[in-house]
């Protein structure tokens, strides 16, 4: 390379580095208003609009999302486990349940056994590898579930093949299925044995998976409350005894 042409590709990157570091003009703030877009701002009103359609059809299955808090603490209080699953943004709620129920959700108690499948990556991959997509749950379900335990599916869609897998092979197991989807009818709310179908648009559906999945805790822990000693002193908020 010349010295003239090293300049020269000097120069440029010069350039461009001017052109990425310059702060580009911001419109004007609308007079009253925090957002400077009318379009954008009028898409977040109507999207936060569309939350109360999921809320609504959530509150009128408030008593399935109960009895599933009960029943899935007393079968994990004997000694049962959870398995969940989803894809995408419906395997991080899923995720985040399991974690509630290893965990804790608001007081102090025991944790207990769940396992969200997706996030077992290398036996995920392997499986994906060696058997396809559509098997990476219910090779898993195969492993690891057992007669009595529960199984509950995250999908918006409710068609995923994957999920659809899942179920068959619990059924086969015996164990309870359940699925929380978007609107039905759908096929994987027909092939669990009880399903929350939430009425609403995909994202909002999405949003309310996460808020039926806390009011299952909800009576989850008030049912394990009602079948265990009072922590110990401190416990309540987190503390050691």
């Not at 936060?48 to 999302?65: C, E, F, K, Y």
């Not at 007393?74 to 989803?86: C, E, F, S, T």
């Not at 995720?95 to 804790?104: D, I, P, S």
């Not at 608001?106 to 996030?119: G, K, M, T």
């Amino acid at each position: 390379m010349t010295a003239e042409s090293s300049l020269r590709e000097s120069s440029l990157r010069e350039a461009d580095l001017r052109t990425l570091t310059a702060a580009p003009a911001l419109p004007a703030v609308l007079p009253g208003a925090t957002f400077v877009d009318p379009a954008s701002a009028d898409a977040v009103r109507l999207h936060l609009d569309n939350v109360l359609p999921a809320l609504d059809s959530l509150r009128s299955q408030s008593g399935r999302l109960a009895a599933w808090g009960v029943e899935l603490a007393q079968r994990l209080l004997r000694g049962q486990r959870l398995l969940a699953a989803g894809n995408g943004g419906s395997a991080a709620e899923a995720q985040h349940l399991t974690a509630e129920l290893v965990g804790r959700f608001d007081s102090e108690r025991v944790p207990f056994s769940a396992i969200s499948l997706h996030a077992e990556s290398s036996a995920m991959t392997a499986i994906a590898n060696d058997y396809g997509y559509d098997e990476v749950f219910a090779r898993q379900v195969r492993a690891h579930g057992r007669s009595g335990d529960v199984l509950i599916l995250l999908s918006t869609s409710g068609k995923s093949p994957n999920l659809l897998r899942a179920a068959d092979v619990a059924a086969r197991l015996n164990m309870t299925t359940w699925a929380l989807t978007g609107a039905g009818p759908n096929p994987l709310a027909d092939a669990c044995d009880e399903a929350v179908m939430i009425d609403a648009l995909n994202a909002n559906a999405q949003e309310g998976h996460l808020i039926a999945l806390h009011a299952v805790c909800r009576a989850f822990d008030l049912e394990v409350a009602r079948h265990t000693p009072a922590p110990f002193p401190g416990m309540a908020n987190g503390g050691r005894p």
